[in-house]
């Protein structure tokens, strides 16, 4: 069999695939992106300027969208910064201790994911709230968990954790046997094989995960909402500022905000795999398999 | 350095099967050994056990005279090299070659250019000098063997533990290295010892085969001694082509079951036995019998093979002789170079596993 060579799209190499009706399945698998990924990302691009220019103009100088912007994305950020050691340890523990009950554990993980965002947001408001089993004790502490940014931190941990998890977990689980043996024979501490080995290898994986959990964790609304308390200036998350824009009939607010989420999601996807490939020196193949 | 194993038995993780069986070693120094036997013999795992790899073990492993788990890893001066090379794909090959060296503690780590040193000089060495800055992903399998091979050297070890180092490399670079990793042993007076299901291999690089059946080591020995005085029929097969005849000793003769073969004298109890013999020790009596001879088209080494028909059985036998038509009709066959093991002996050898 000739090697597979790819020029161009205008010269795909006339060969036996291994699913059958080539044609079928990259034409139908066009189409979808097409509907349901490009149309509607080119019409939130272009329904901004329908009203022109100065419009937009206005509703992009709008004090309170910044700064929902800002809690947004500072609280998502924080989100997967605390996501990154516990993702990692809940992955390691799975993987390497296999605990009792670690079956358990394992399926809980996807439980954020598996959830309605609203029941969460709800759940979390109880237990972190003013009368909630963790709200009660953390107020005598002098600590105010919901209503206020902290509580939206820890929604979006909540719910970026299991995108750190079933990132790392594949890779801790293939990472070959043998090298950690030589790490070991070659003499290095426990904790030098974890910062020169380890860490290196799971880099890239912990990376996608947390793009994943930050981009989540911009555009999460629904759990954030109960426990944020939603003061403007304060607690007001840019997704929530979008709804009551809409309810207002801003149109021309609301598509700004979305354009502006939409552009930064997309800087925030370029700079993860930027990132991604740079730590990856030697992890990838030069074919990019 | 020196390697004493004495009633070593080795259990598979939580239950009671035994891996290895009451294994007495004595490896000397600057010795070159080569561990040999079929796959799942225990090769591997006697090796990782003296790596100190291991743990459900019991009887004695001393190196040097001392326990291995006495000494902590960077001063047990052992070099391993992993069947699959276990590189760090995310370093290049110098910092995986200085890798032993960085990890030491500040102390007694070499300076930086001392480490730099080291590596072009293992680079060197390896005759790669020119890949420094590659990653594994990028090399061949022979060059990452050698690359594994001197990340093994870089802290200066006197021991060298080898697992199946050529098993992934073409028939010619193996010849190729494992030449050149006598002559490495030899020059930095290493003590080596190799694991290899390939017996040439073993024969043409060690000093001292091992042979080994599940779990045990059925022979130890040269490989002079290996051929001239295979300990089990196991031993005999397992080291080369073997052709078996069974047959029974009678008054000081062995007499084959097949009558096409000749009877020659032998020594021993009377009883049902067996001759097992190479290839190249069979000889033809031409005139003498009734057996034919075919030629095989195969030939190398400019050696000839025949078919040897006879009444009861056909089997090759390897000569340097080009024979003339008349010598390959009416001929007996000679197997007196032959080994004769009683199946007393034959059932001390288990069965092989499916």
């Known amino acids: 069999m000739k090697p597979l060579t790819v020029t161009g799209l205008g010269s795909f190499p006339r060969r036996r695939q291994t699913l059958p009706g080539f044609s079928l399945s990259l034409g139908l698998s066009l189409l979808w992106t097409g509907l349901l990924v490009v149309l509607p990302l080119t019409a939130l691009l272009l329904r901004p300027w329908q009203h022109g220019l100065g419009p937009m103009i206005h509703a992009l100088h709008d004090a309170r969208m910044y700064a929902a912007l800002r809690v947004s994305f500072i609280c998502a950020f924080l989100a997967v910064l605390i996501d990154l050691p516990i993702g990692l340890l809940l992955a390691w523990t799975l993987v390497r201790y296999r605990p009792p009950g670690h079956r358990a554990v394992d399926a809980l993980i996807d439980l954020p994911f598996a959830i309605p965002t609203a029941v969460t947001g709800i759940a979390l408001a109880t237990l972190y709230g003013p009368g909630g089993w963790i709200g009660a004790p953390a107020e005598k502490l002098g600590l105010k968990l919901t209503f206020s940014p902290a509580g939206i931190v820890i929604a979006l941990t909540f719910i970026g954790l299991p995108f750190i998890v079933r990132s790392v977990e594949p890779v801790l689980r293939s990472f070959p046997k043998d090298v950690e043996e030589a790490v070991f024979l070659l003499g290095a501490s426990g904790w030098q094989r974890f910062c020169r080995i380890l860490l290196p290898a799971l880099a890239p994986p912990l990376l996608s995960g947390a793009g994943l959990a930050f981009a989540r964790g911009i555009g999460e609304y629904g759990s954030v909402i109960f426990i944020a308390g939603n003061q403007p200036f304060h607690s007001e998350v840019a997704p929530l500022l979008i709804v009551m824009r809409l309810q207002e009939f801003n149109y021309d607010g609301a598509t700004s905000i979305a354009l502006i989420l939409l552009v930064t999601a997309l800087l925030c996807l370029v700079a993860v795999s930027h990132l991604r490939r740079s730590v990856s020196s030697g992890l990838l193949r030069e074919d990019g398999a | ?354």
């Open chain 2, 1 to 354: 350095m020196s390697i004493t194993l004495e009633a070593f038995t080795q259990y598979a993780p939580r239950s009671s099967r035994k891996l290895l069986d009451n294994i007495a070693l004595t490896v000397e120094d600057r010795a070159f050994v080569a561990l040999v036997g079929p796959s799942g013999a225990g090769k591997t795992t006697l090796l990782r056990a003296i790596a100190g790899l291991s743990s459900h073990s019991e009887g004695t492993l001393l190196i040097d005279g001392l326990p291995i788990h006495d000494r902590p890893v960077q001063d047990r001066g052992i070099g391993f090299v992993f069947q699959n090379y276990a590189l760090f794909r995310h370093m290049t090959v110098a910092r995986n070659i200085a890798f032993g060296l960085d990890v030491l503690p500040r102390a007694r780590r070499p300076d930086r250019a001392a480490i730099q040193r080291r590596v072009t000089e293992l680079l060197d060495l390896i005759q790669l000098p020119h890949l420094a800055k590659a990653y594994p992903d990028q090399l061949s399998g022979g060059q990452r063997q050698r690359v594994a091979l001197a990340r093994a050297l870089a802290t200066g070890p006197r021991l060298l533990l080898l697992d199946e180092p050529f098993g992934a490399l073409d028939p010619l670079v193996r010849r190729d290295i494992r030449r050149w990793l006598r002559d490495l042993h030899d020059r930095m007076n290493l003590t080596t010892i190799l694991v290899t299901h390939d017996h040439e291999e073993a024969m043409d690089v060690a000093d001292t085969l091992v042979v080994m059946q599940e779990g045990r080591i059925v022979q130890a020995a040269d490989a002079s001694t290996l051929n001239a005085a295979p300990q089990t029929p196991f031993v005999m097969e397992f080291l080369g082509e073997t052709l078996k005849f069974p047959g029974t000793v009678r008054s000081g003769q062995f007499v084959p079951d097949n009558t096409d073969i000749a009877p020659f004298p032998f020594e021993g109890p009377d009883g049902d036995a067996t001759a097992f013999i190479r290839p190249h020790d069979v000889f033809l009596l031409p005139g003498a019998g009734q057996a034919s001879v075919e030629k095989r088209p195969h030939f190398s080494n400019g050696l000839f093979r025949y078919q040897i028909v006879t009444a009861e059985a056909a089997f090759e036998m390897i000569t340097p002789t080009d024979l003339s038509p008349q010598e390959m009709q009416n001929v007996r066959v000679d197997i007196s170079r032959g080994k004769i093991f009683y199946p007393a002996a034959a059932s001390e050898d288990p069965p092989k596993p499916a």
